[in-house]
């Protein structure tokens, strides 16, 4: 076990009770918890619609399969993200298209390269708001706009984080969340879709159940007896167990976001007098979730920042990268993409530190401190 972990649950009695509430309910399956967490969610994120699903690649999918994405379309990805941003694109059979990030500060996909890598097959655009910083949607939805895209937001990072004064997840067509157990609201498995428009809100509604009129909930409670299956639909359902979990999650998701904000100023005030460092998005203002802190090494290659790791874990420190680029697995290697300079940079010389609202000031300035020393010594 590591000192000082890359991620800590923040959980107490307050989620054993609400799990506890909802087994003694003997309802666990999707139902008022659900319901009531899709409430929550949209509130808090001021949109129309959200649907509780078992996952974020639920959701990602999800959303390719209700904008109608399929074989023969082209989706715009950035690598640098988990690798279920990219699989979603060939579960409908259309095919992915690499782009890069705008710069080792900024870790974002690049508006200028989606803009050149748009072709008579292109379809939709997914972002993925970096850590919880938003993309240059302006841009990105001017592209969009001119070409006749879709634009599916991969907002795992970034709960309540926002952009202009919008939450993140709802500019886009639709945008994707994760409960993970390591993201900023945790429930062992879990995700959200949400969107503002109503069309693609009804297709999402029953795509997520085998594309059934009526769910067992609604027949349970004596609403209907029938259904009909009007769509080739799957099981992305979550149940009340996790929902039960992630609104005890959602209480506490502002505190916890404040505190993660506080961790952040304290990083980037230490790291930022370490030479041959670069501590992305320290020109950021707007809100974000923190949900990791990512640093970049100014030079080296793979083996240097790997070095780099294997000192930090002797001293305590567990540490991790995000990510290994999609497009360098074996699945996606054949995948159109463009010029991935920065992509291919970051993901070799990008490390992550700790970042969870119980770090304290000490354990920050010793993880600063032994970041210092692993750089001057590898
Ligand atoms: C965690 C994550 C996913 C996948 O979420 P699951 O809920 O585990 O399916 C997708 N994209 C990004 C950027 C993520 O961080």
Redesign the pocket.
Known sequence: MYDIPLFDLNYDERETKAVTEVLESKWISSGPKCAELEKVFSDALSCKHAFCLA??????HLALLALGIGPGDEVIVPSL??V??VNCVRYVGADPVFCDVVSKEDLTIDPAGIEKLISDRTKAIIV?HYGGFACDMDAIMAIAKKHGLKVVE?A??GPLSEYKGKKLGTIGDAG?F???SN?NISTG???MIVTNDDALADKMRLMRSHGMTTMSYQRAQGHSTKYDVVELGYNFRMDDIRAALAIVQMEKLPGDLKTREKIRKRYEEKLSKIDGLIVPFTDRTEFSSN?IFPVVLKEGDEARRDAVRGFLQEKGIQTSVHYPAAHRFSIHKDARRGDLTNTDFVTDCEFTLPMYAKLTDEQIDYICEQVKKALEEN
């Open positions: 996952n974020c690649t639920d959701a990602l993200t988990f279920a941003t993925m991969d795992c990072h994707c994760s409960f993970f993201k498995e879990g995700g949900y």
